[in-house]
T-cell receptor
Framework: GDSVTQMEGPVTLSEEAFLTINCTYT??????LFWYVQYPGEGLQLLLK?????DKGSNKGFEATYRKETTSFHLEKGSVQVSDSAVYFC?????????????FGKGTKLSVKP | SAVISQKPSRDICQRGTSLTIQCQVD?????MFWYRQQPGQSLTLIAT?????????ESGFVIDKFPISRPNLTFSTLTVSNMSPEDSSIYLC?????????????FGPGTRLLVL
């Protein structure tokens, strides 16, 4: 079945370090891909998305490119801040027809130290 | 985007009781979903709340345990029935909104449930 695999956490970085969180997917078609972020004590927030191959989603300095050939959607940020400490979830979804549910990875906890 | 609120934000309940969680959206939406996030785990879809008809449940979830109502396009409830400690989780509602229905989902803040 369809699935999402994220790198295991937790990830601990110093402020201004470069961030990469790997995400790969298995799907029978061509899903849309998402990154969601969950800050401590809060619900999920959509961070960015991409709907087709080679699309780049970006928001708040984070970027991820939809790579069909490698079935990947890695999250990157050039310089992390303490405020980026959160759990990051990669997810996929298919258009309409189906129930439209999101299939999530297990999440990667990021801690940024000053 | 949609503004989504949930009530209660958190609760502590005794085993064997039931809790109803409310989800309110500030605009009419076609698709609403209920998810469960068990401690330290990812999110799992419980069901799709359909307006005017019965909810559609995912494998492993049944209506008797998680009855859902969707009386209109801005509101839904999820009941966790006959609770046990294994039901301790965060329960989130989400809506499919904007663009192609269901592809972009926005989540409520969640209801943190602890069952003793």
């Amino acid at each position: 079945g369809d699935s999402v695999t994220q790198m295991e956490g937790p990830v601990t970085l110093s402020e201004e370090a470069f961030l990469t969180i790997n995400c790969t997917y298995t799907a029978t078609g061509y899903p849309s891909l998402f990154w969601y972020v969950q800050y401590p004590g809060e619900g999920l927030q959509l961070l960015l998305k991409a709907t087709k191959a080679d699309d780049k989603g970006s928001n708040k300095g984070f970027e991820a490119t939809y790579r069909k050939e490698t079935t990947s959607f890695h999250l990157e940020k050039g310089s992390v801040q303490v405020s980026d400490s959160a759990v990051y979830f990669c997810a996929l979804s298919f258009y309409g027809g189906s129930q439209g549910n999101l299939i999530f990875g297990k999440g990667t906890k990021l801690s940024v130290k000053p | 985007s949609a503004v989504i609120s949930q009530k209660p934000s958190r609760d502590i309940c005794q085993r064997g009781t039931s809790l109803t969680i409310q989800c309110q959206v500030d605009s009419q939406v076609t698709m609403m979903f209920w998810y469960r996030q068990q401690p330290g785990q990812s999110l799992t879809l419980i069901a799709t709340a359909n307006q005017g008809s019965e909810a559609t449940y995912e494998s492993g979830f049944v209506i008797d345990k998680f009855p859902i109502s969707r009386p209109n396009l801005t509101f839904s409830t999820l009941t966790v029935s006959n609770m046990s400690p294994e039901d301790s989780s965060i329960y989130l509602c989400s809506v499919g909104y904007g663009g192609r229905s269901g592809e972009t989902q926005y989540f409520g803040p969640g209801t943190r449930l602890l069952v003793l």
